[in-house]
């Protein structure tokens, strides 16, 4: 069975541009969480879908926004870049009412 | 304040050497994970613990839940052990992470000399 995968790998962007980051988890995974890892605050959660709902968010402003679809492939979005949003980011997907989760290897976001 | 607390940060040891790294976290949880990092960021699970304690090859993992503390144990530890160990807990109501959301640990960068 395919692991979960992220596209990009890698993507460099400017200020004050947006970026969308995928992430398609494993077969029959619905649920998809997404986190940032940056060196200073190491990793963090972000939001959490579940049959396209989400079902939870972490303390991130407003401009992080993610969306899940009927295949359960999900997308995050962070519109007007900071260079603090320099970071890695990795989604997870596990099967619903487990705890066990599966990591994808992340995308490695620079904002310059 | 990190809800969860790994020591040591850094640990450099010799290969063969016991290794073991520590976890505590303040709130009430569900379950912990002990996950590894190689450098390239690519994160694997290496358990999921919510009462007593796991094996798997060289590695060990216990939890304590009434000192809400765990450990992870590496038995005669290899250059290819090097990397960073997070501990995360996944906890009961919303913290910060969500009720569903993990929250990690700092991480203990773990580098094993031949």
């Known amino acids: 069975k395919a692991g979960v995968t992220q596209t990009p790998r890698y993507l460099i962007k400017t200020r004050g541009q947006q970026v969308t980051l995928s992430c398609s988890p494993i077969s029959g995974h619905r649920s998809v969480s997404w986190y940032q890892q940056t060196p200073g605050q190491g990793l963090q959660f972000l939001f959490e879908?579940?049959?396209?709902?989400?079902?939870n968010k972490g303390n991130f402003p407003g401009r992080f926004s993610g969306r899940q679809f009927s295949n359960s492939r999900s997308e995050m979005n962070v519109s007007t870049l900071e260079l603090g949003d320099s970071a890695l980011y990795l989604c997870a997907s596990r099967v619903a009412g487990a705890y066990e989760q599966y990591f994808g290897p992340g995308t490695r976001l620079t904002v310059t | 304040k990190n809800e969860v607390e790994q020591s040591p940060q850094n640990l450099t040891a010799q290969e063969g050497e016991f290794i073991t790294i520590n976890c505590s976290y303040s709130v009430g949880i569900s379950a912990l994970h002990w996950l590894q990092q190689h450098p390239g960021g690519g994160i694997v699970s290496l358990f999921m613990l919510s009462s007593g304690k796991k094996k798997h090859g060289r590695l060990i993992a216990t939890i304590n839940i009434q000192e809400k503390h765990s450990s992870l144990h590496i038995t005669a530890s290899h250059p290819r052990d090097s990397a960073v160990y997070i501990c995360a807990v996944r906890s009961y109501g919303d913290s910060g992470g969500g009720a569903d959301g993990l929250t990690f640990g700092k991480g203990t960068h773990l580098i094993i000399q031949p």
């Open positions: 879908y579940f049959s396209e709902t989400q079902r």
